[in-house]
Nanobody, 123 residues
Framework: QVQLVESGGGLVQAGGSLRLSCAAS????????MGWFRQAPGKEREFVAV????????YYTNSVKGRFTISRDNAENTLYLQMNNLNPEDTAVYYC????????????????WGQGTQVTVSS
């Protein structure tokens, strides 16, 4: 069973960048489908990006394509989300999650979650 801890959130101006980290323990991130999700106030948790199990194939929600990059450092057992050209609509709590499936973007199919990290983008 994997445990996940996010870090790297904060306050940034529109157009700025942040890199989120998700440190894993108890198991190896490469053995899970790893994803980033976000939840804005009053909204449901939504899919942001995913990296499939064992391979480096990635998928993104349309609103972040070309701006966000998900990556995995197997040696550090850490998942990252590089976020560039941020805008106020990106403001949310960002969560790292792991799924035992090969590939999914569905919230309900992720088995393990971090505690979340707040990202606030000012205009």
């Amino acid at each position: 069973q994997v445990q996940l801890v996010e870090s790297g959130g904060g306050l940034v101006q529109a157009g700025g960048s942040l890199r989120l980290s998700c440190a894993a323990s108890g198991d190896f991130v490469k053995e899970y489908c790893m994803g980033w999700f976000r939840q804005a106030p009053g909204k449901e948790r939504e899919f942001v990006a995913v990296m499939i199990r064992f391979y480096d194939t990635t998928y993104y929600t349309n609103s972040v394509k070309g701006r966000f990059t998900i990556s995995r450092d197997n040696a550090e057992n850490t998942l990252y989300l590089q976020m560039n050209n941020l805008n106020p609509e990106d403001t949310a709590v960002y969560y790292c999650a792991a799924s035992d499936t090969h590939y999914t973007t569905e919230v309900g199919e992720f088995d393990y979650w971090g505690q979340g990290t707040q990202v606030t983008v000012s205009s």
